[in-house]
Structure formats: C-alpha cells, structure tokens
C-alpha cells in the first residue's frame, strides 16, 4: 500500500518543480516547431499521433519514475545493476542527445529573440545560455530553478490558449479524428517524433532525477511520485493540445506557415502584427526552460561515470551550456535540428525503458517492492511501438534532413 505523507511547502515547490521541469524540458522550441509543422502536414489526422503519443508517454514516465524512486538510484546506475556497462552506453546516448536537444534549445531562443527584436539569432542564443548560466552560479539554484520553470510553464499554456480561442479551430472535426485518422500508416514518424521530444533521451528522467536529489525515494514516496508522473504529462499534453488545435484554426482556412519559423506564423496569424512578438515572448521562455531542464538532467547523467562529474556538477552544466550554444552559432539550420532532435530521442527510449523494465523485478535494485503487472505490460507496449515507429521512422529522418 503506498503511503500519502502530508505535503510540506518543500515538499510542494518540489512536486511542481519535478512537473513543470519534467513539462518545460519537453515544451521547448523543438515542441513547438514538430507540433506546427506536423499540424500543417497531416490537419486534424495529427490529433491521433498526440493521443497515441500521451499513452505512450504515461507507460514509460510512471515506469521510469516509481523504479528510479523505489530505488533511490539514478537511470544510468539502475541501467549498470541490470546489465554492467549499459549505464554507460546509456549515460552517452542521452548525453548526446542533450546536446542535440540543447543546440535545438538555444536555436529556439535565437528564434524568440529574432521574433520580438529582429536581432541575429546567434545573439539571442547568447543571452539565453548566459541566463541559463545565471541560475546556476547561484547558492540557492535548484530553488530557483523549481520557481522560475513553473512561472514559465504557466505563462505559455495561458498565452497558448488564447491563441487557440483566437485562431478558432473545427474542434469537432480534431475529436473525430484523434480516434479515426486519414491515412493513419503515415503517422508514424509523427507519433515517434512526439514521444522523442515528450518523454524520450533525458526528459522521461529530468523530474525523477531532480526528486532523487532531493531525496524523495523509497515506497513510502510512491504516491508522491506518481502524481508528479501523471501531472507531469497531463500538462505536456495540455500544452501539446492547445498549440495544435491554434495551428489547426490557422491552416484549416489554407494559409501556409512560414517554414523559416512555423509556430512564429500561428501567432502573427491569429494575433496579427503584435502576434509575432507574443510568439518571441513564449519562444524565449520555452527555449530558457528547456536549457536548464536539458543541462541539468544530461550532467546528472554524468555524476556517476566519475567523482569529477559529482563533485563538479555545477561546472559540467555550465559547460553543456556553453558548449550547445557554440554548436549551434556554426552548425545553423534550427527549424531542421529541432525536429531531429526529438526523433533521435525517441529512439533512445526503448534502451532506457527496456531497462527500468528488467530492473522493476530485480530485488537487488528494487528490494522487496512489487512494480505493478499492468504498468510493465503498459511499458512493454510502449517498447515495442517506439522500437516499430522508429524503424519506420529512420527513412523519414533521412529525407527530412537531405531535403
């Protein structure tokens, strides 16, 4: 029986700082460009692959979180109890695409600061990363990283929904097809992309990562811990709906987005003039959130290769900052690097969840704690669907970036 101990204010900064980091590192710059230019691609068949997707989210974030929780140990240190050496192949792959993720990052801000100033998005990735920077330096960073991630959770679901109001989508029309999709083969490098940048490479793990450092572990902290789950990816999804049902009332109507910046369009659509600087704002704030979320939770997959990495964390994050944001000021394309970055997290997810899988009836790892049968028959699903839609999904990786 999983215990409710009564919430204590820390305790309550940390739930909502577990969601909204979890929540913000996924509704980044990347979230919202694969959401407008999917949305323009398939219309209203795209709210199939975002129901399929929020399944599949829920199957791996309640299985990674409770085994990680239960056994007080990080995903590369369950991952190494399981199978010694593929921590570290896994520590690598999520660390590398942190950084895909983090270069995708500052480029978003890049593209917030170009959006409400005009300026070259190279400076506007610059002050992010300082930002970014910032919040680490100072003595009492991870509080205010709770704080600030869930101010500007907040501000760009309020300001999504408006858009939607504005934008006026067939709602109708969106139901329908979240259950019956045209062409529904099709939807596969969608639903993989999704999944990627929901819960894919770091993200599952930036939440869960953040409540073990604050020692929120064992069963008696499982009920903690699956609401944060569960709230986790109900406010990705709310996120995730909201934006495309703004790109839907835009494009049903034949309007084509600019694929210089599609989401950018959606906002000047619906908005008008103003509506390209309120799209900067919610750029700007997904992008700085989903920097800290990434460089957090990509070092903490480095604290346990070597003490360096433990005793030095702080210094390893900056580093990942600055080092995404050099990347991209030479590499550039950051409509094309976004989407990427979330199909090459989707394929991450099946070694990491197939992993906490093999750890949830491992007594060494998990002790005398019963993983639920019904959520590794969920996880399982969720394996073998990312494994089959990434496969499917390769050929379209190599189109997109060739074309």
């Known amino acids: 029986m999983e215990n409710k101990p009564k919430m204590t204010a820390v305790q309550r900064r ?56 239960v056994s007080g140990k990080r995903g590369q240190d369950v991952a190494n109890a399981v199978f010694p050496g593929l921590g ?27 959006a409400i100033f005009g300026w070259d998005p190279r400076i506007g990735a610059a002050i992010a990363g300082i930002t970014a920077i910032v919040v680490f330096l ?55 992309t999704l999944v990627g940048g929901t819960v894919g490479g770091y993200i599952t793990f930036a939440g869960a990562h953040r409540l073990i450092e604050a020692g929120v572990t064992g069963p008696e902290n499982l009920g903690f ?28 109507g034949g309007v084509a987005l600019d694929p210089e910046n599609p989401p950018a369009s959606v906002f000047q659509i619906a908005l008008g003039d103003i509506g390209m600087q309120i799209f900067g704002v919610v750029l700007v704030a997904a992008a700085l959130s989903s920097v800290i979320g990434s460089a957090y939770t990509s070092a903490s997959f480095l604290r346990s290769l070597h003490r360096v990495f433990d005793d030095y964390n702080n210094v390893v994050i900056i580093t990942f900052i600055v080092i995404s944001t050099l990347i991209f000021t030479f590499v550039g394309r950051p409509v094309t690097l976004l989407i990427l970055a979330g199909a090459f997290n989707g394929l991450i997810l099946p070694l990491t969840l197939g992993a906490v899988l093999l750890a949830s009836r491992n007594k060494k790892i998990v002790g005398d704690y019963r993983h639920p049968t019904w959520m590794i028959v969920f996880g399982i699903v969720a394996v073998v669907v990312t494994i089959v839609a990434g496969i499917i999904s390769l050929q379209g990786l190599q189109d997109l970036w060739t074309g």
């Open 138 to 192: 100072l003595k009492n960073g991870r509080a205010v990283m709770d704080v600030i991630i869930q101010v500007l959770g907040v501000m760009m679901i309020g300001i999504t929904a408006f858009v939607m109001i504005r934008s006026n989508p067939p709602y109708g029309e969106a139901a329908y097809r979240a259950i019956l999709p045209e062409e529904p083969m099709t939807l596969f490098l969608p639903i993989v």
């Open 225 to 252: 811990v699956s609401k944060a789950a569960n709230y986790g990816i109900l406010t990705t999804g709310v996120m995730r709906v909201l934006l495309f049902l703004a790109v839907l009332g835009v494009v049903s």
């Open 88 to 114: 570290y192949v896994i520590a690598f792959l999520i660390v590398l695409g942190g950084f895909a993720f983090n270069i995708g990052n500052v480029a978003g801000a890049g593209l917030g600061f170009n």
């Open 14 to 69: 940390l739930l909502f700082g577990a969601i909204f980091l979890m929540a913000t590192s996924s509704i980044g710059p990347a979230f919202l460009t694969q959401t407008s230019v999917f949305t323009e691609q398939f219309l209203a068949s795209f709210a199939f692959a975002i129901l399929a997707s929020i399944i599949i989210d829920i199957g791996a974030q309640l299985n990674i979180w409770r085994v990680l929780s």
